[in-house]
């Protein structure tokens, strides 16, 4: 069983339950020739802390000696390996050298009776030159053999590998197939020519498709990919496991893999590297060493780049960096780049699964960075759910400090005591003034000298916005008239704004009913508290500039209105728990607003409606129907600790 325990982007951090035994993901799983090995499964497992290896058992299979005693001593014994054994079937050679003699069956069957703890169904492996028809006509074949396996398996996890060449439309379907039935890992393959072709931008596509009909309990691995440079941005597209021959090939061929890119070492003017392996020997006593030390050396070296590499990106992943750190690595290729420019144009489905808020700020690391969803989440929910309290309208150039409000103090005072709006004109499009102290737009940071690309795009954003929402004199800063006495009330100007930017106006407006009191820090002059007739509906968080919901504001919206806007109705079996204030488990949820984003605020309530908490949304609403594990909803109030409290 698979549980999503961090994410960040379409990234998952999880653990996986194979047969006893955990793997945190996201994992890569060294191949291991059985004939060769070039660095033995024992130290893959304990010098490198690989809890994961992938073999091939069409070969053990075809190889007398080893077929027998993988039969009688078990793979496990085998190889001296207690990690958990993935094992491949044959498809691979297929692709390499033609067709296979052995049917799904016989390898399926093989495989559960080595003791490998998830098996491959012999899939038919579909090339990127292929027609569409043929392409279409493989996958059924594919899908059968899938269906045999998972009668055949036992106990034995199975791997129902997603098919599909570059068709995405077949991508999804053969993933949404596969999804309904009874397979544990979901592996997308037919990439590695894709790969060995730099053809990133059409990896993204295949990826992007595959994931848009998966069943998203299962981890998803990208088969054949291991090389370090891609890590950081197949995992923000929601691959969980990767696997590398890459490390022990290459160091057949003496080639090093390094975060940009593989080098030859008879083309190497330096050896530039600390690692472990690498350490002490220099360039010149690392090409005298014999061809088994030095096959061996480099294999180590690659494997350490890949591990460090991954410790890198779960470390991203885990600070809410992952966007930043793939955009990073996705410079070191142009094809790379290709790779992450084409990831733009699927911002509606990264922005599902991309976190409302995150704890840090957000790092521009050029225009690419507008591709991510938090740049278009802002866009769209500006444009939607903005409501102008003036047609005059003082556009201020970015500045440097944040928020603008602080920066900007005097300058915006003036204009709204003559009647205008202040806009600012930031690098994520139009700021209304009221919006600015909210993620992401104060958590934040750009280059002081912009680039042109994001200069002209947020002037025209500007003027888009402006237009649309009937500013009908608009002036600059220096314009702004002396003297005028137009009372307005910035704090509750901004109070509204955010409500409705956060949970809608329809919502907004049932929270600011009434009479308003705000109660402001007294250190920071920040709005802390709404209240709304009495009833303390909201506080304001300092760090993203959003609310949390309090138990009166939920009960109101429940009460004044009708639909499921917020909310995340639980099974009977949860209720006394979740009114204690107990974590919402995926397994107990009947329904959950699609609108609602992780990092969400939501009302957790009974199958009749009937608020029981507050809290936090963790999974985007499309995972929860497929989880059978782990939490959907971190609960921060429920309505019986309310009472008590
Ligand atoms: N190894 C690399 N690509 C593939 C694939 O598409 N199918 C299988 N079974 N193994 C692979
Ligand atoms: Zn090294």
């Known amino acids: 069983m698979f549980e999503i325990t961090k994410r960040d982007g379409m990234a998952r951090m999880g653990r996986f339950e194979v047969r006893g035994k955990t793997l945190e993901t996201p994992a890569l799983l060294p191949v291991v020739n059985p004939k060769i090995c070039t660095v033995p499964p024992r130290e893959l497992y304990e010098k490198f802390g690989f809890k994961a290896l992938i073999t091939n058992s069409y070969i053990i299979r075809g190889t007398p000696g080893l077929r027998e005693r993988a039969l009688s001593e078990g793979l496990h014994e085998m190889l001296d ?34 003791g490998t703890d998830i098996g491959t169904v012999l899939d038919i492996f579909t090339e990127p030159f292929w027609t569409r028809e043929q392409t279409a006509a493989s996958i059924v074949t594919t899908l059968e053999r899938t269906e045999e396996a998972c009668s055949l398996k036992g106990d034995m996890f199975i791997n129902g590998v997603i098919q599909g060449s570059v068709y995405t439309d077949l991508r999804e379907e053969c993933a949404r197939k596969m999804a309904s039935m009874d397979i544990d890992v ?9 790969m ?10 295949v990826v992007m498709s595959s994931k848009a009909g998966i069943n998203h309990s299962r981890p998803v691995h990208l088969f054949g990919a291991g090389h370090p440079m891609v890590l950081a941005l197949a995992v923000l597209m929601g691959c969980d496991l990767f696997d590398s021959a890459g490390y022990a090939k290459f160091a057949r061929d003496e080639r090093m893999m390094f975060i940009d890119g593989t080098y030859r070492l008879a083309d190497m003017q330096s050896l530039d590297c600390d690692c472990p392996a690498c350490r002490g ?164 940071v750009f280059p002081d000298i912009p680039d042109s690309e994001t200069e002209t795009e947020s002037d025209r954003l500007t003027f888009l916005f402006l237009e649309k929402f009937g500013f009908r004199n608009v002036i600059e ?6 003297g005028g006495n137009e009372e307005t009330d910035a704090d509750l100007l901004r109070a509204k704004a955010v409500a409705r ?72 079996d949860a209720v006394p728990f979740v009114k204690q204030g107990r974590n919402v488990f995926a397994q107990f949820v009947i329904s959950c607003d699609e609108n609602l984003r992780p990092m969400d605020e939501v009302i ?24 059978k594990k782990g939490m959907a909803v971190k609960v921060r109030t429920g309505a019986d600790e309310d009472r008590a409290g």
């Open 81 to 114: 390996y207690p990690g958990i054994i993935m094992t491949d079937s044959g498809t691979f050679q297929s692709h390499m050298y033609g067709e296979v003699e052995l049917t799904n069956k016989e390898i399926v069957e093989f495989q559960r009776d080595i």
């Open 186 to 194: 979901h592996p997308i393959g037919g990439v590695v020519p894709l």
């Open 196 to 205: 060995e072709q730099y053809r990133y931008s059409e990896l993204v596509d």
């Open 281 to 444: 020997i220099t360039l010149k006593e690392l090409r005298l060493l014999d061809k088994k030390s030095k096959t061996k050396l480099i294999a180590e070296h690659n494997l350490y780049q890949i591990t460090r590499e991954l410790a890198t990106v779960r470390r991203y992943l885990q600070e809410g960096r992952l966007w930043e750190l793939a955009e990073i690595r996705c410079r070191s290729h142009p094809a790379l780049l290709d790779a992450l420019r084409r990831l733009k144009e699927y911002s509606g489905q990264t922005e599902l699964s991309d976190p409302l808020s995150r704890d840090g700020a957000i790092f521009y690391t050029g225009p690419e960075s507008r591709g991510r969803p938090v740049y278009s989440r802002y866009l769209e929910r500006l444009g939607e759910r903005y409501v102008p309290y003036s047609d005059k309208a003082v556009v201020f150039p970015e500045s440097r400090g944040k928020p603008y409000s602080r920066s900007y103090a005097e300058a915006f005072e003036k204009a709204r005591k003559a009647g205008y709006s202040p806009v600012v004109v930031s690098p994520f499009g139009p700021v209304p003034v009221e919006l600015d102290e909210m993620y992401p737009i104060a958590q934040s």
């Open 477 to 482: 800063p220096e314009q702004i008239p002396d």
């Open 501 to 572: 930017y956060q949970f809608g106006t329809g919502i907004a407006d049932v929270l600011f009913k009434g009479r308003i009191e705000l109660i402001k820090s007294r250190k920071t002059g920040k709005i802390r508290n709404v209240i709304s007739d009495g009833e303390h509906v909201l506080s304001m968080r300092a760090g993203d500039g959003f609310y949390s919901l309090r138990m009166e504001g939920a009960e109101r919206i429940v009460r004044n209105v009708p639909g499921t806007g917020m909310r995340v109705a639980v099974t009977d």
């Open 604 to 627: 957790v309530t009974d199958k009749n409606g009937e608020p029981l908490a507050t809290g936090k949304l963790f999974l985007a609403p499309f995972e929860i129907p497929f989880m």
